[in-house]
């Protein structure tokens, strides 16, 4: 039975359940139900309650932001246009931006409703839906949008579907929830009934789900001069075939996406979006929708606030069937350090965990910040309450650099791995490095001391329970800010809970073995986890990344426990 036929048949039963009164005196009161129990079903089990929303109890609904048709299309004389024209109007199309149902996949995305049958009605009877705030959803009856019901409709009772325009993007502006009424007015008295509903919340996936689908950068142009031998002209990325062809060695699941004609060298993945995931109650369990956090990154070009370009290849290569983009970017450019953190590699998330269900977002802030409406909707989805540490010592300042949650043999079955930089002097045992400062790892590891500090008190982690790696950082003489000198163990990527792909070290070898990739290995075998090396040293280190900066993945989080279920720890109360 799918959405639609259990809705029809919630309909019948609710019908005959209607008392009917003779002749035409006093209408009885219109009946609407929602999924308020949420399991699916319209049924007389949804009345209790109905008028108000609670993290146990409350009908929802998800933010009807893909495009089921491929209706929406990119220009690519747009891609690299300056100013913000072009971002409105890629946002601004989507599948709950038209007023009709974009076929049977469409039609799954919205939420059902139901008003019964009320027989004894006039035929001069009339009824009205309306929404608080209007503006945040509509519904649709036999395929059309509907704010007025005639006799007819309501003497045979009439199936709705409800579909959210938009995502909570700022409690102080909206809550997420709606009231959706129905009145009926005959012979000059009305009557009415209620249902208060929630827009689902965007929900952070974590590193142990197992990646579906990995995206990387390509350059746009034909093959050439940057697989050529270093050094590259103008510091622009490198040897992208290596960097492919091992990444695609470490898992088949690799795509890899042609850049903006004219900026393709921004090809960092990690840091153009972050994915979520929003999803509502149905039969046969939760229907989910992929939405993707675009990064909140405005920069001045040629004097014109201008939003990431990248950022429009969402639009072009992702949005689809059961995927949207979200984007919440300021009317200005940032100053450029703070601009640094407002992208995707500075958005986490720790798995759940004792009192966190969900788990939480983590993200770096500090001295710089990032942009605060930009981090405001992230933080305002409810359920997995940010965590903040601080990452504003570091040149790129992202959270992605220092730690990475990796599985573990304990009772919450995860842990952190963690940039060590007295690891890696350690392991040098005096041999030379280029650019080695003992002064500057110290000042490194001092900082990532902090972090973990709040890392361990929050989520109830033992200092033992780290898996450390050796990572060593210089300073930028420019910003004297910290970035990695070897490339960034920590910052890998997940492809699985057992399989971890990251940067090759290029560390000294002894005995023919490169001592910082034994030590990895050896490390995160005793958490069962496999290492798959990546070749990015000129794709990625040279530019201030790593594997997980220049890609990105969607997981599967089916097995994931539905936001409603369980105790939030942080939702809307009653209202």
Not at 138 to 146: E, I, K, M, T
Not at 464 to 487: I, N, Q
Not at 522 to 548: I, K, S
């Amino acid at each position: 039975m799918n959405r639609w036929t259990a809705g029809l048949a919630a309909v019948t039963l609710l019908t005959a359940a209607t008392p009917v009164m003779t002749a035409w005196g006093a209408p009885p009161l219109p009946h609407l139900t929602a999924d308020t129990n949420r399991d699916g079903l319209l049924t007389p089990a949804d009345d209790a309650g109905k008028t108000t929303w609670t993290d146990d109890r409350g009908a929802i609904f998800l933010p009807n932001l893909d495009d089921d048709q491929r209706r929406c299309k990119v220009d690519p004389a747009e891609l690299d246009l300056r100013g913000r024209a072009v971002d409105d109007k890629l946002a601004a199309c989507n599948d709950a931006a038209d007023d009709r149902i974009n076929g049977p996949r469409d039609a799954a995305d919205l939420a059902p409703l139901a008003i019964a049958a009320q027989r004894n009605l006039s035929p001069t009877a009339t009824g009205r839906i309306t929404i608080t705030p209007a503006d945040k959803a509509r519904v649709f009856a036999a395929g059309r949008p509907v704010s007025s019901l005639t006799a007819g409709q309501l003497r045979n009772g009439v199936r709705l579907a409800l579909e959210g325009r938009d995502i909570v993007r700022d409690p102080a502006k909206w809550d997420g929830l709606i009231t959706v009424t129905v009145e009926v007015t005959d012979q000059g008295r009305t009557s009415s009934d209620a249902v208060r509903m929630r827009v689902a919340p965007l929900m952070f996936q974590n590193d142990l789900q197992p990646a579906q689908t990995v995206l990387a950068g390509r350059p746009a142009k034909g093959p050439g001069w940057w697989d050529g031998t270093p050094p590259y002209p103008d510091g622009v990325p490198g040897e992208w075939r290596k960097f492919a062809q091992s990444l695609r060695k470490a898992t088949t699941r690799v795509r890899f996406v042609k850049g903006t004609p004219d900026g393709w060298k921004d090809m960092w993945w990690q840091d153009t979006f972050e994915p979520t995931t929003a999803s509502m109650p149905a039969v046969g369990g939760p229907h989910t929708m992929r939405i993707l956090i675009r990064s909140g990154n405005v920069w001045d070009i040629g004097g014109t606030s201008t939003p990431r370009p990248a950022g429009r290849l969402l639009y072009r290569d992702l949005r689809g069937p059961d995927v949207g983009i979200v984007q919440e970017l300021a009317a200005t450019a940032s100053d450029s350090l703070d601009d640094l953190l407002n992208m995707g590699g500075n958005l986490e998330s720790l798995p759940p965990y004792a009192g966190y269900p969900h788990g939480r977002i983590v993200y770096g802030s500090g001295e710089r910040h990032p942009d605060p409406g930009f981090i405001t909707m992230v933080k305002s989805q409810g359920y997995q309450p940010p965590l903040t540490i601080d990452t504003s010592w570091l040149m790129v300042g992202h959270a992605d650099e220092t730690t990475h949650v990796v599985r573990a043999n304990n009772a919450r079955g995860w842990t952190l791995a963690v940039a060590d930089p007295r690891l890696a002097v350690r392991l040098l045992r005096g041999r030379p490095y280029p650019g080695l400062n003992l002064t500057d790892n110290e000042a490194a590891a001092k900082h990532i001391d902090d972090q973990l500090k709040i890392l361990l008190e929050a989520t109830g982690l033992r200092a033992d329970e780290l898996v450390h790696l050796p990572v060593l950082f210089d300073r930028v003489p420019r910003y004297g800010l910290l970035k990695a000198l070897t490339p960034d163990l920590v910052n890998g990527i997940s492809l699985t809970e057992h399989e971890f792909a990251a940067p090759d070290p290029h560390a000294p070898k002894v005995n023919g073995r490169d001592i910082f990739k034994s030590a990895t290995e050896q490390a995160l075998a005793r958490n069962g986890v496999r290492v798959h090396w990546v070749e990015d040293f000129f794709w990625a280190h040279l530019g201030g990344g790593e594997v997980h900066c220049a890609t990105n993945a969607l997981r599967d989080t089916s097995r994931a426990t539905p936001w409603w279920s369980g105790t939030a720890s942080s939702g809307t109360s009653p209202r």
